[in-house]
C-alpha cells in the first residue's frame, strides 16, 4: 500500500528565502507525482506534474523534482514571497490511483 | 473560477436529515472525483467515476451514495451520517480517468457538519 510522507509539517521563514518542502513515497511504482497548493478554505490548485518518465518540472520560481528510485520528490520555491503562504500537498498517482500526503503548512513571514 | 463548482460551501446537517452535495465541472473533463478531508488527516479518494461509470469506490460507507447523471455533474447523496462524517468533501475532475497524467482540477468543497 502506498504511503505518502511531507516533512516538515509547518514551516515557517522570512519573505524572500529559497526554501525546499520534501515528499517521499514508499512505492516507487508510480505513474505520476503531482504537487498542489491549497488556500485555507479553499480547493486544490494543481502546481506541477511529473510523469514517471520525468526528472522535474518548472512553473515561474517552482521547481520539483522527481527521484523515483529513492522514493522522494521536493518543491523547491525561489524567492519566497507572503502570497505563497498556503498548504502545500504532494500526491502520488499509481495503480491506487491518487494517494496525497499530509501537507506541509508554509507560512512566509513580511 | 476555478472550473469546477461544488454547492453548497457549507452545510449543517443533523445524522436523519437527508442532503445531496452537487459538483459541476466546466471543462469538458470525463472523470470526476469525490474526496473527503479531515482534520489531520490525509485526502481519501471516495469515488472516481470514467465516463459516468463508476469505476472505484474506495470502502466507502453506504451512508454516502454517489451519482453521475452525466459527464459533467456528479452529486453525493448523504443520509444518516455520524458526527465522525463532519469534514471538507472535495470534487474534482481530469481529462480521462485517474491514469491519464493530467493534473486533477478541484473544486473549492462542501464543509459539512455533522451534530
Known amino acids: 500500500k502506498q504511503e505518502v510522507t511531507q516533512i516538515p509539517a509547518a514551516l515557517s521563514v522570512p519573505e524572500g528565502e529559497n526554501l525546499v518542502l520534501n515528499c517521499s513515497f514508499t512505492d516507487s511504482a508510480i505513474y505520476n507525482l503531482q504537487w498542489f497548493r491549497q488556500d485555507p478554505g479553499k480547493g486544490l490548485t494543481s502546481l506541477l506534474l511529473i510523469q514517471s518518465s520525468q526528472r522535474e518540472q518548472t512553473s515561474g520560481r517552482l521547481n520539483a523534482s522527481l527521484d523515483k528510485s529513492s522514493g522522494r520528490s521536493t518543491l523547491y520555491i525561489a524567492a519566497s514571497q507572503p502570497g505563497d503562504s498556503a498548504t502545500y500537498l504532494c500526491a502520488v498517482g499509481g495503480a491506487q490511483k491518487l494517494v496525497f500526503g499530509q501537507g506541509t503548512r508554509l507560512t512566509i513571514n513580511p | 473560477e476555478t472550473g469546477v463548482t461544488q454547492t453548497p460551501r457549507h452545510l449543517v446537517m443533523g445524522m436523519t436529515n437527508k442532503k445531496s452535495l452537487k459538483c459541476e465541472q466546466h471543462l469538458g473533463h470525463n472523470a470526476m472525483y469525490w474526496y473527503k478531508q479531515s482534520a489531520k488527516k490525509p485526502l481519501e479518494l471516495m469515488f472516481v467515476y470514467n465516463f459516468k461509470e463508476q469505476t472505484e469506490n474506495n470502502s466507502v460507507p453506504s451512508r454516502f451514495s454517489p451519482e453521475c447523471p452525466n459527464s459533467s455533474h456528479l452529486f453525493l447523496h448523504l443520509h444518516t451520517l455520524q458526527p465522525e462524517d463532519s469534514a471538507l468533501y472535495l470534487c474534482?475532475?481530469?481529462?480521462?480517468?485517474?491514469?491519464?497524467?493530467?493534473?486533477?482540477?478541484f473544486g473549492n468543497g462542501t464543509r459539512l457538519t455533522v451534530t
Open positions: 474534482a475532475s481530469s481529462p480521462a480517468g485517474a491514469l491519464d497524467n493530467s493534473p486533477l482540477h
